[in-house]
């Protein structure tokens, strides 16, 4: 953030050469002016290059009202926050107005007045784009008050008549004016109170118990949407839909790069989590949103990976506190405290009933198999399979360390087999060579080259 302008009067804005835009203007000129200079101006956002961004990007230059269609956990709302970054960085308001009217158009009769008054002294503050965006939960308990406004009974009992405008206490949207102002889960809101933002959206002015405030609004009105919330709970009423310019779907990540990199950004990581491990978990995900056993029509949303990392971040953590390990770092073991707690996070079709952990289990196994097959195919494990056959065994287990692993690791003679497979990981430590050797040790049981048994929180492969 840079520092705020110091210009503090309207004259001296005058003298400036400042230009008010409209928000429309300001937001146009700023994306084109980072798409002719090459900048991304959607940060942190992935698998929208190609579909959502250009839509939305046209949308923008047109100067419409946007609302976004997708399912839970689809990035719809950082979508949404992540407009903030084309507004202008500092704008000028008039001080003290309620609506942060631009000194060189003021709105309500407070405002005029005040400019009228001081004249070119008019005292003038500056804005922040980051106070620009508001954004609401559409919850049934919405009433018009909130978005709208209503008569406020405290300045009424000041001795002000119910006649005199200054009695209108304003809502979300008019306070919104000069901004951006989203609004969640738009279904949700009951159908009368949709019916209050028609005019708003539209006529851009706004009625409020009878009085018809003619205040050219300059606000743009972005919304999400589950498409299932049209039948579940809500809709949106067919004029409300009309008034916006832009209905754009989103979708999950197309790639298992773009998987990852939502996992990488957003999980907050106690513990070292490697590479191959997020792509299990990325895997693990997207094969959950193609199985016939799930409900597609709810999702399975980002926030599922995102917190299968986290927790196999805090099983790492809770590992090296219990055992005086060192460095925490996840493990394949750790994977199954993540099943454990997120299969709640999922719907499931009505006739599984019973048979949730199977499913998970199965499309687990699934997931670490292909993972196997990505990152470690080419290295021959013919001497690991021997060695087991004959007679060696290794134990893992939620509370065994990295340490103790290596050691009961059998020993291959002059082979460099281990020194293959953690080279290969990018493993520099104890964590990470028993993480990506517990890998390696799980893909042979999964290809059906070894054993494995597990009980009592302990794992044996033999």
Known sequence: MTDAPTISTLGALRESGHVAKT????????????????????????????TVIPQLERALIAGHDVVLLGERGQGKTRLLRTMVGLLDEWTPVIAGSELREHPYEPLTAASRNAVALHGDDLKVVWVHRS?????????????????????????????????????????????????????????????????????????????????????????LVVAS???EDYTNRGRIITPLKDRFGAEIRTHYPTELEDEMAVIRQEAD????????????????????????????????????????AETIAAAALHRATITGEGEPVARVVDLETAVDVLGGKVEFETGEEGRERDVLDHLLRTSTAETVRHVLRGIDFALLVEAIEHGSSVSTGEQVTARDFLAGLPVLGESDLYDQVTDRLGATNDGQRASALELALEGLYLARKIDKDSAGGETVYG
């Open 269 to 308: 990581l106690v513990a070292d989590v490697p590479d191959y491990l997020v792509e299990i978990l990325a895997r693990f995900t997207r094969s959950l949103r193609e199985s016939q056993s799930v409900d597609q029509r709810s999702g399975v949303s980002a926030r599922f990976s995102i917190a299968g």
């Open 131 to 219: 106070e620009r965006y508001a954004e609401k939960l559409a919850t049934p308990d919405t009433s018009v008050a909130d978005l709208i406004g209503d008569v406020d009974p405290m300045k009424v009992a000041e001795g002000r008549s119910l006649g005199d405008p200054e009695t209108i206490h304003f809502g979300l949207i008019p306070r919104s004016h000069r901004g951006i102002v989203a609004i969640n889960e738009l279904p949700d809101l009951a159908e009368r109170i949709q019916v209050a933002m028609l005019n708003v959206m539209e006529e851009r002015d706004i009625q409020i118990r009878g009085y018809v405030l003619r205040l050219p609004l300059d606000v």
């Open 23 to 50: 928000l429309r203007q300001e937001m146009r000129d700023n994306l084109l002016a980072a798409l002719a200079e090459g900048r991304d101006p959607w940060p942190g956002l992935h698998g929208f290059d190609d």
């Open 225 to 227: 949407a589950n498409p």
